[in-house]
């Protein structure tokens, strides 16, 4: 037997035996309601900049403070 | 009223923008064969349906990151499928393999009548000569046979060219001869 005629026949072989499989029907439509209801999943970051603005008020406010009080002082010294 | 199917480029675009309707349009044209290719290559129901859900779990995770080319968009899922199935081989390689007729899916000799379950012997001869050769040549007897896809398809889907999946097919004959005449 030739390579040509021992090539067809395995190829025969191939084609009669090698089929497409069709996967349970309940497990194609589980597995799209499964893909299809995924959570919605939202990451919280914190929120920096409100974080930034509250610590710079704090201490801009404090700041203020010893500002006016080391100025009341200094006034009240003098006298 | 009937509306007609959109296209499967609109689809595709609608999917790639995260339209969840569009992906399980997508999702139904490509899971028999996503399953089939798996099943060939595990040998089993069970794994093939866990890889097969892991495939599409990974391409609604990507699909927004997905470049669209020439190449159809089943490629981008068999190589996906590929990936896993070689991850899946490597993980098991220390366990034992069941042959395809032992498993529960299929029927008990006296179950069934002498010439099927010739033909059962015979797939699974062939399928443990196939599962031998290197995944690549697994890959291009698959899609040829099974899928019936031509060797320009099947170049598209492996990143080859025609030529080469021409001569990986001959040399994967010569391969499977060579193990049923050892």
Redesign the interface.
């Known amino acids: 037997m030739t390579d040509l005629d021992s090539n067809s026949q395995l190829e025969q072989k191939l084609d009669k035996l090698l089929n497409p499989v069709a996967p349970n029907s309940n497990y194609i439509s589980e597995l799209q309601k499964k893909l299809l209801s995924r959570a919605d999943v939202s990451v919280e970051y914190p929120n920096y900049l409100m974080i930034i603005i509250i610590l710079g008020s704090g201490l801009a406010l404090g700041l203020g403070l010893v500002i006016i009080l080391n100025h009341l002082f200094s006034r009240n010294r003098g006298k | 009223m009937i509306t007609a199917p959109l296209p499967e480029d609109q689809i595709l675009d609608r999917a790639i923008s995260g339209d ?1 309707d569009a ?2 349009i997508l ?2 044209e490509n ?3 996503i ?2 290719y798996i ?2 290559r595990t040998g089993n ?1 069970g794994d ?2 866990d890889l ?2 892991r495939v ?2 990974r391409a ?1 995770r990507h699909i927004t990151r997905y470049k669209k080319t020439n190449v159809p968009f089943s490629a981008w899922l068999y190589r996906i499928a590929h990936n896993l199935v070689a991850n899946w081989h490597r993980d098991n390689q220390r366990r034992k393999e069941v042959p395809i007729e032992e498993h529960a899916d299929f029927e008990s000799h006296q179950d069934i009548p002498d010439d099927e379950y010739e ?1 059962k012997q ?2 699974e001869a ?1 399928m443990r000569a196939v599962r031998k050769l290197p995944s690549d040549r697994q890959m291009v ?2 899609l040829k ?3 019936d896809l031509s060797n320009k398809e099947i170049g598209d889907i492996m990143g080859k060219s025609e030529g080469a999946i021409k001569s990986l097919y001959h040399r994967t ?1 010569l391969d ?2 060579d193990y ?1 005449e050892a």
Do not use: H
């Open positions: 969840d992906f399980s999702y139904e899971v028999r064969k399953y089939t099943y060939y129901t093939a349906e097969t859900a599409f779990q609604l033909k015979e797939v062939l007897l698959i046979y099974v899928e004959l499977l001869r049923f």
